[in-house]
């Protein structure tokens, strides 16, 4: 199967600048993607474009990751609804290094046709208002820029609230793309279908200045069979980093996909053949209570992700959860989220309020919606909102909270 129709067949094609893209994908061509220093850990949801990154790689295309250190200190205004705090320079290169781990786990940075990270902030730091604006600037129309819909968008959202910083984002973007086409020989940009405006744009400046082709291709937003943005947990982003996002944590969210979801994400991420998927699809509909699909999920990207030491404690992990062992075994089983606290500080409390000030919610309300819904659980026995935490509610030095049917924390006390 051509690359193109693979990619097609996973679902990761949205739109595409030129047709032609099928053509030129059959020989070796120089491909990137940019990605957001908003944090020092990419997200689950970054995981779309760093797959197909990996699928062009493997391929044999030069990929390029593009982290926007200038473009992060403005903000894309792209999927937003409101502008973005401004960062650093300190904080944008102190990002860019976990970044970097980030990419560098997933593809390959070594070999005869190592993947390259590379900085806009690299470029621009030495360009002149004058010179920008005389330059490249000047082959950008006002009405094609108002038209992007990312824009137009974002004008709607915020009545009419959008910078002139955020609005020249997309002429940041796309002298990106003529720079790389310039330095690297880079003819596509790939993409979420909510960077569409600010690919064309790239295409759009090589086409100019150079009056050579450049093309682009965008995937779908990914959201889950309810409409929810995918790569959410309880709300909160799923990081990359295993410190800002336990890898139990991770394991667990892909473990919990929904029937509905888990072929199309194993698609989308899996580099499982399709008839492998078709197979464990086919299992599934015989066998639904085996979640085989979600076991198969889950292990794949914890493993690509944080290696196979990372698989192997968060399946150790949810063996002493799911087990029903003791609160002590609970307590033992590594990246299981807890926090160290104090039996003075506990005992008399609601355990919702105990559970908010360990960290297992954002607030006291949450914890106490959580409690009073029947959702919340001491020790595997259900617990509403008027039940106090008491010095036997301590086993083996721990106490073991849960909410909703799988999300575990661990009070640890000295």
């Known amino acids: 199967m051509k690359l193109l129709d693979e990619l097609r067949a996973r679902g990761l094609v949205e739109a595409m600048t030129d047709p032609e893209i099928e053509k030129a994908l059959e020989k070796p061509m120089t491909v990137y993607c940019g990605f957001d220093p908003s944090a020092r850990s990419l997200q689950a949801g970054n995981l779309v474009s760093i797959v197909v990154l990996r699928r062009l790689q493997l391929a044999g295309h030069k990929v390029i990751a593009l982290v926007g250190g200038a473009t992060g200190?403005?903000?894309?205004?792209?999927?937003?609804?409101a502008e973005r705090n401004m960062l650093t320079v300190e904080q944008v290169e102190e990002n860019k290094k976990g970044i970097r781990e980030n990419l560098s786990r997933i593809l390959d940075f070594d070999g005869p046709n190592a993947a390259v990270m590379v900085d806009n902030y690299d470029w621009y730091k030495g360009t002149s208002a004058i010179e920008f604006l005389r330059d490249i600037a000047i082959n950008f129309r006002v009405p094609q820029m108002l038209a992007k819909e990312s824009v137009k968008k974002r004008l709607e959202a915020s009545e009419g609230a959008l910078t002139f910083t955020e609005f020249s984002y997309q002429i940041l973007q796309g002298n990106d793309f003529l720079h790389l086409y310039d330095n690297y020989g880079c003819q596509m940009e790939v993409g979420g279908a909510d960077q569409?405006?600010?690919?064309?744009?790239?295409?759009?400046?090589?086409?100019?200045?150079?009056?050579?082709?450049?093309?682009?291709?965008?995937?779908?937003?990914?959201?889950?069979?309810?409409?929810?943005?995918?790569?959410?947990?309880?709300?909160?982003a799923l990081f990359m980093n295993g410190e800002m996002t336990p890898v139990f944590d991770w394991?667990?969210?892909?473990?919990?996909?929904?029937?509905?979801?888990?072929?199309?994400?194993?698609?989308?991420?899996?580099?499982?053949?399709?008839?492998?998927?078709?197979?464990?699809?086919?299992?599934?509909?015989?066998?639904?209570?085996?979640?085989?699909?979600?076991?198969?999920?889950?292990?794949?990207?914890?493993?690509?992700?944080?290696?196979?030491?990372?698989?192997?404690?968060?399946?150790?992990?949810?063996?002493?959860?799911?087990?029903?062992?003791?609160?002590?075994?609970?307590a033992k089983a590594e990246n299981v989220p807890s926090a160290a606290v104090a039996l003075a500080d506990c005992v008399g409390k609601p355990v919702f309020a105990?559970?908010?000030?360990?960290?297992?919610?954002?607030?006291?309300?949450?914890?106490?919606r959580m409690a009073a819904q029947g959702g919340l659980s001491l020790n595997d026995a259900k617990i509403d909102a008027n039940r106090l935490f008491a010095a036997d509610d301590v086993k083996d030095g721990v106490a073991v909270l849960r909410s909703g049917k799988k999300n575990y924390f661990v009070l640890k006390f000295s």
């Open 73 to 81: 200190l403005i903000g894309d205004p792209s999927g937003k609804s």
């Open 196 to 236: 569409w405006g600010n690919i064309t744009a790239g295409t759009d400046l090589v086409r100019k200045m150079r009056g050579k082709s450049a093309y682009g291709l965008t995937f779908p937003l990914l959201l889950d069979s309810s409409g929810k943005k995918f790569g959410k947990s309880e709300g909160n």
């Open 354 to 368: 105990v559970a908010a000030a360990a960290g297992m919610f954002k607030s006291n309300g949450e914890a106490r």
């Open 251 to 330: 394991y667990q969210y892909f473990l919990r996909t929904p029937d509905a979801d888990v072929i199309r994400y194993l698609k989308v991420f899996s580099m499982k053949s399709l008839d492998e998927i078709a197979a464990l699809e086919a299992e599934m509909k015989s066998h639904p209570e085996a979640r085989i699909p979600q076991k198969a999920l889950a292990e794949e990207l914890t493993r690509l992700v944080h290696g196979e030491e990372g698989l192997k404690k968060a399946q150790e992990a949810t063996d002493a959860l799911y087990a029903k062992k003791s609160a002590a075994d609970v």
